[in-house]
């Protein structure tokens, strides 16, 4: 069983930034994929970046340049650095563990861009 616990949402002005952590309760970290998603109001589930156990990423389109997606497999933890912070990327942000056919999801925590 993988418990994943997200932290460090909150209420930013535009053009700010926020940093969400992701700390996983599982035995092998370093082995799984680990990404960040996030959901607006009335919209579908959306990759926003993506880590590899080997340590490649890929970003959303959205996000390139602004967000920054890191891990730390002592801590078992996932990073997600954003900078430039916009009111389109207000929204819950998740953070899910994969590995083959597996996936495992946290909570969500709520990021909300405005003045």
């Known amino acids: 069983q993988v418990q994943l616990v997200e932290s460090g949402g909150g209420l930013v002005q535009p053009g700010g930034s926020l940093r969400l952590s992701c700390a996983a309760s599982v035995s092998i970290f370093r082995i799984y994929t680990m990404g960040w998603y996030r959901q607006a109001p009335g919209k579908q589930r959306e990759l926003v970046a993506r880590?590899?156990?080997?340590?490649?990423?890929n970003y959303a389109d959205s996000v390139t340049g602004r967000f920054t997606i890191s891990r730390d497999n002592a801590k078992k933890t996932v990073y997600l650095d954003m900078n430039s912070l916009k009111p389109e990327d207000t929204a819950v942000y998740y953070c899910?563990?994969?590995?083959?056919?597996?996936?495992?999801w946290g909570q969500g925590t709520q990021v909300t861009v405005s003045s």
């Open positions: 880590i590899t156990s080997g340590g490649s990423t």
């Open positions: 899910k563990a994969e590995l083959t056919s597996l996936g495992y």
